[in-house]
């Protein structure tokens, strides 16, 4: 890592505005409090320069505050803060950053080593995030103005001030004082820095390596996909403790699933109403989509569902679960919810509680039957007297006599009709029961009523259908699945963590063989893989020896032949490839040629791809024609605005050209640009020149030529050069 690194530190708000103002916490003070603890614990470490935009907290712009970066030579500007919700409901620390560029790739990758450093202490994270306004460009001044001035710039919003979790951070001084030393060893972390002081080195530290994105992301504005929610404990119903369980409910665990792409899942809520009421906010504890969620106060009749939530706290409702009635198996096998399983030819049918105990239907309701026969004769005759009454007062007695006639033959009728239907009711309750009998000499009847005691407990997963619920183990498989990824090694950067690309071929090489002769890496393991060994040369080697290079042990050499200016746009011939070209040849040694691309188009990859070949008229080569593509670190160049997918089509746009020209075509490229910069998984067809100068390389995709180290020392060669193993079975 270079030397002076330079941090600029932005405690946000000052002046007339202070920032959150909530129970006593004044965001200006508390910002400031951070920023000079966190500049203190900075200088602890070797080669950091360490500045503060706005040291008394006074009123400062955005535009001067970014303008104070460039005139100090920040590396990176941090605005640091604290947060506050509109609602009160909202906790956890989060990080903003760019939304586009190398800047959105280095500061992503530094939020995430602060939010590991909240996490470390307790804290919930919202994650590592990016806003738009309404003009397409960042929404955030400060990350927008240090933008403008080639800064790039995050805003670190430390927890929120208003949120019962996350207040107990923020009590004392001392507390805020603790956010700027973890602070400080985020940044520590991501530059790979040194303290004698401290006693600690991070320059071998893995951090997160991410894609430039191919255009600026904003919010993330929908919610996680495929959200679910599935029970996975059994939980029972005990009879014992049954007037409890109606009063307090049921606590059982579920697995809560989703996939958020475009941002992270950061918490969860429920509802027993069905969606009508949600629990307040919970943290989501999860990782890659699954975790496990304890929820309490599940009553039969429940309607249990979910709701997930991303860093931008959009949500996404899961399925629902009803907790009603058990969930049978009929003897098909199939599912019925609400229904109760009868031995053969005997279904009941469904009907409401009050007709079945009104007309006798149940065992439980039956004695009830006389009764309420009684009560309807009574209110019939009722009714006919009050009418008789009434006529006899109006002198109608011929009309009472008919009408009582008429009242008392129909009360007659209908009272036949109801113990009808009450004995045929009887009747069937009747088979039901001497069916139950027969089961009972079977050993397979229900329970009586003085054996209820003796019944096992009801099952809470009972009610529900089977694709709702999963055993412990089944949870634990989900649980376990994780995005795989690789450590590769960067020169600039250090190591790095990436997602795994499933579907480029991987590496077969052991490098338990890989051993030293007369000074230099050999390789030739038991599967029949060997190596050749060689140099790579330019202009810059100056006159070259090729006889003493190949006495030396060399067996081949890649000759620059040219390269396009990373400014202009010319191209031009290497000023000695066609001396070390014949002189190399004439030596005895393969050759390959490659060319150093600035290519801003696939127009221009191509005729980058044209100029090599006729320059190789009346040439004979042996080896591969590369595409050489590297970053630009000391100057601005033409290609620092292509995206990922754009230099791949650049990159497949010269490979297919010497392709058709009857040549084979080889990228070069170290570690972090084949997998942060490069689409690696669209350039399986052609073989890669792998950069990597530690004694072992790291890296796990399938390459051709490992470029070990730029300080090699060769005879024939005045200074250090870059010495190469050609891998092949069956070489040497």
Not at 199 to 224: A, H, L, M, Q, R
Not at 387 to 400: C, D, N, S, Y
Not at 612 to 626: A, F, N, R, T, Y
Request: hydrophobic content about 35%.
């Amino acid at each position: 890592m270079p030397d002076g690194i330079t941090i600029v530190l932005d405690p946000g708000h000052g002046g007339d505005n202070l920032g959150l103002n909530h129970n006593g916490h004044i965001e200006k003070e508390m910002n400031l409090i951070v920023a000079n603890a966190m500049r203190d614990e900075l200088l602890k470490y070797d080669h950091v320069n360490v500045y503060l935009t706005n040291e008394d907290a006074r009123g400062m712009s955005l535009k001067d505050r970014a303008r104070y970066g460039k005139e100090a030579g920040a590396d990176v500007l941090i605005s640091l803060h604290f947060n506050m919700s509109e609602e009160h409901t909202n906790f956890g620390s989060e990080v903003w950053v760019p939304s586009k560029g190398l800047a959105y790739r280095q500061m992503r990758s530094l939020g995430d080593i602060f939010l590991e450093e909240f996490e470390g202490i307790g804290l919930h994270t919202r994650g590592v995030k990016t806003r738009l306004n309404d003009r397409g460009t960042d929404y955030y001044g400060i990350i927008r103005e240090s933008a403008a001035l080639d800064i790039p710039a995050m805003i670190v919003e430390h927890c929120y001030a208003d949120y019962k979790t996350d207040t107990p951070y923020i009590e004392t001084k001392e507390d805020l004082q603790r956010f700027g030393q973890l602070d400080a060893r985020a940044v520590a972390k991501y530059y790979g820095l040194k303290s004698e002081v401290l006693g600690v080195d991070y320059s071998n530290y893995v951090k997160n390596g991410y894609y430039i994105p191919e255009e600026p992301i904003g919010s993330d504005t929908t919610g996680p996909v495929d959200a679910r929610i599935t029970m996975i404990s059994s939980t029972e119903i005990s009879t014992e403790n049954e007037e409890q369980e109606k009063e307090q409910g049921m606590t059982a665990s579920f697995l809560l699933s989703a996939r958020e792409e475009e941002s992270k899942i950061a918490y969860y809520s429920y509802s027993l109403d069905g969606g009508e009421t949600y629990s307040e906010l919970l943290p989501w504890q999860g990782s890659d989509g699954s975790m496990i969620a304890s929820i309490e106060g599940i009553r039969q009749g429940d309607r249990l569902v979910a709701k997930i939530y991303n860093g931008h706290t959009v949500g996404s409702e899961t399925n629902l679960l009803k907790f009603g009635e058990p969930v049978l198996e009929t003897e098909t096998g199939e599912e019925e919810e609400g229904e109760e399983v009868l031995p053969e030819n005997r279904e009941e049918t469904e009907g409401s509680s009050f007709a079945r105990s009104f007309w006798g239907r149940d065992e439980a309701s039956a004695s009830n039957y006389k009764k309420n026969m009684s009560i309807f004769l009574v209110m019939v005759l009722i009714i006919a007297f009050l009418l008789g009454v009434t006529l006899h007062v109006q002198g109608k007695k011929e009309k009472i006599k008919k009408t009582i006639a008429i009242y008392l033959g129909a009360a007659l009728f209908l009272f036949g009709a109801v113990h009808g239907i009450h004995m045929f009711g009887m009747n069937q309750m009747n088979n039901k029961v001497e069916t139950i009998a027969g089961m009972e000499a079977e050993g397979e009847a229900p329970l009586k009523e003085q054996e209820k005691e003796e019944q096992e407990p009801v099952l809470l997963e009972s009610f529900l259908k089977e694709e709702d619920k999963m055993s412990q183990e089944e949870a634990n498989v989900l649980l376990e699945q994780k995005k795989q990824t690789e450590i590769v090694y960067d020169i600039a950067e250090g190591y790095l963590r990436v997602e795994t690309l499933e579907d480029v071929p991987r590496n077969q090489y052991d490098f338990s063989f890989l051993t030293e002769e007369n000074g230099y890496k050999a390789y030739k393991d038991d599967k029949g893989i060997s190596a050749i060994r060689g140099i790579d040369a330019s202009k810059f080697q100056g006159s070259i020896d090729w006889q003493a290079v190949k006495e030396s042990g060399m067996e081949f050499a890649m000759i620059r032949i040219g390269i396009r200016g990373y400014e202009s746009g010319e191209m031009v011939v290497d000023e000695r490839f066609y001396e070390n070209l014949q002189n190399a040849q004439a030596a005895g040694l393969k050759t390959g040629v490659y060319f150093f691309s600035t290519a801003i188009t696939e127009e221009e990859a191509v005729e980058e791809a044209e100029f090599v070949l006729s320059k190789l008229e009346g040439h004979q080569i042996d080896m591969p024609i590369v595409f050489d593509t590297e970053p630009i670190y000391y100057a601005e160049a033409r290609t620092d605005e292509l995206t990922p997918m754009e230099l791949t089509n650049i990159t497949i746009a010269f490979c297919e050209r010497i392709k058709q020209s009857g040549y084979t075509p080889m990228i070069y490229a170290n570690a972090k640009r084949l997998t942060t910069v490069l689409r690696l998984e669209k350039l399986s067809d052609y073989e890669l020149w792998y950069a990597d100068y530690q004694e072992k390389p790291l890296y796990p995709y399938q390459y051709k030529m490992w470029q070990y180290t730029e300080k090699g020392t060769v005879p024939g060669v005045s200074g250090n050069v870059d010495i190469n193993l050609y891998f092949s079975e069956g070489n040497g």
